[in-house]
């Protein structure tokens, strides 16, 4: 059976798998920009807090990912459910490209712009909302594009503590030494993954050259 | 209409009104730290006058500037707006009824030049169609055709174009006061004549109160209708441009002198 008919035969678990895979992907990153667009924000506002905050966020990327699973695993709660301590952990590897991308953007807008609104009197979240987040969005973008990718690579090791996605089949492949059930969650993030840099890049350069 | 008291700025006086503010500051009045920037500054500028600031790098006048809509707060001293100290203003209401022209304009990339006219009106709720009167009528003001600029972005159009429109823009809401931070300084010599000879006549009509800061000193000659010379953080003295023309010893005369000296180039 070659691995075309494999898929034939399998496309339905594969489509699971990968709406498993998007739902961990997708919650993860929602939660990430959430989080992580306001604590960039504040960054800018209070500088004394960029180290502590970018610290700790460059730290928890430095956890390899099958570790922080499993130092996980105990805590309350977030334990309980796969899918849920999955979610939190890649949303905590997303958080620092996405921090460090607000960060850059807002401060990288002119100076001269920003006095601008300020002496035509805006208030500062008028400033945040109207200037420097249109002209920081590229900047955001490219940080939600890098943290995407990432966390879809990621998200399929979440498999070996039961939270599904793609990372079934590989783990399966790996333990029955099958290379089509490896190809079968690897293919299938690696398209997911080449797509969300594509869209995300080009929404990216969209927005750039609208500044 | 804008008073100086007894003003002192120093640096590291705790005295920028919040975190914004001495961030976006402007690094001439930055590279001294600790240092006295403005000493002792005593001015009256009366209604619908064109006063100039003239000096150096590092003189204090954008300092001065700065201080009228609050950007900055004085040390010691006050400064009065329709007298009232900005420091007892609500900065945003302060901000709202005085025009801020700096160079390279300052004008929001990512708006059109319609957007970046609409910008200090839209702030102050004012009906769509009252706008969209509004910016044609300012866009023939400065001279530029509304059909032909309004929809387009700060890097379609040339540095005059930008220039004109930042001082569109600032004239939006109206306001009484003009604050000019070497707005013409970054064109070329030939724009440079043409959009001054517009100011003048634009002023003529208007009659703003412009505080206008400049090195240049063909420009403060041309435009105010007094100069104050700033000298290390000081005002040295005011003078009409008749006056100053005719100095013959001093820090005035040390102006004319490299005016002289530097004929080809005013700037």
């Known amino acids: 059976m070659n691995f075309f008919h494999f898929i034939r035969h399998n496309g339905d678990q594969i489509l699971a798998a990968t709406l498993e895979h998007l739902w961990l992907v997708g919650a993860s990153m929602f939660i990430a920009i959430v989080v992580g667009v306001p604590l960039g924000i504040v960054v800018t506002r209070k500088r004394w807090l960029g180290k502590p905050i970018l610290g700790t966020a460059s730290v928890a990327e430095t956890i390899p990912s099958l570790a922080l699973f499993g130092f996980l695993l105990p805590v309350p709660w977030l334990g309980a459910r796969a899918d849920r301590l999955a979610i939190f952990a890649l949303a905590l590897y997303a958080l620092l490209p996405i921090i460090r991308n607000t960060v850059a953007g807002i401060s990288g807008v002119d100076p001269g712009v920003r006095e601008a609104a300020l002496a035509m009197g805006m208030t500062q979240n008028q400033i945040l909302l109207k200037v420097e987040l249109p002209l920081a969005s590229s900047y955001l973008i490219a940080g939600i594009r890098v943290a995407t990718v990432l966390t879809i690579g990621i998200a399929t090791i979440a498999a070996a503590i039961g939270a599904g996605g793609l990372g079934e089949f590989i783990f399966r492949g790996l333990a029955m030494v099958n290379d089509q059930l490896i190809f079968a969650g690897a293919l299938p993030a690696a398209i997911l993954a080449l797509l969300a840099d594509f869209l995300l890049g080009r929404l990216e350069h969209r927005l750039r050259f609208a500044t | ?267």
């Open chain 2, 1 to 267: 209409m804008i008073e100086f008291r007894d003003v002192d700025y120093r640096l590291n006086g705790n005295n920028a009104p919040s975190s914004s503010a001495a961030k976006s500051g402007n690094s001439r009045t930055h590279n001294a730290d600790g240092k006295v920037i403005l000493d002792r500054l005593n001015l009256q500028i009366a209604s619908g006058e064109t006063f100039v600031l003239l000096g150096r790098s590092g003189s204090g006048k954008t300092t001065a500037l700065r201080l009228v809509n609050r950007l900055l707060e004085p040390t010691s001293g006050a400064v009065l707006v329709s007298q009232r100290a900005t420091t007892d203003w609500d900065p945003v209401a302060l901000r709202r009824g005085i025009g801020y022209v700096i160079q390279d304009a300052g004008l929001f990339p990512h708006y059109t030049v319609e957007q970046n006219i609409a910008v200090a009106p839209r702030l102050e709720n004012w009906p769509e169609d009252r706008i969209y009167a509004r910016i044609e009528e300012l866009l023939n003001l400065v001279g530029l055709q509304s059909a032909e600029f309004a929809a387009r972005y700060p890097r379609e159009l040339s540095g005059g174009q930008r220039q004109r429109v930042g001082v569109a823009r600032a004239l939006a809401a109206d306001p009484k006061i003009l604050l000019m931070d070497e707005p013409f300084g970054a064109l070329d010599p030939i724009t440079r004549a043409e959009i001054q000879k517009e100011f003048l006549a634009l002023q003529k009509r208007l009659r703003k109160t412009v505080v206008f800061v400049t090195h240049d000193t063909r420009e403060a000659l041309y435009l105010g209708n007094r100069i104050g010379l700033m000298e290390g953080g000081r005002l040295v003295n005011v003078f009409t441009p008749e006056q100053f023309l005719h100095e013959t010893s001093g820090a005035a005369a040390k102006y004319l002198a490299a005016l002289q000296i530097g004929e080809p180039g005013s700037a």
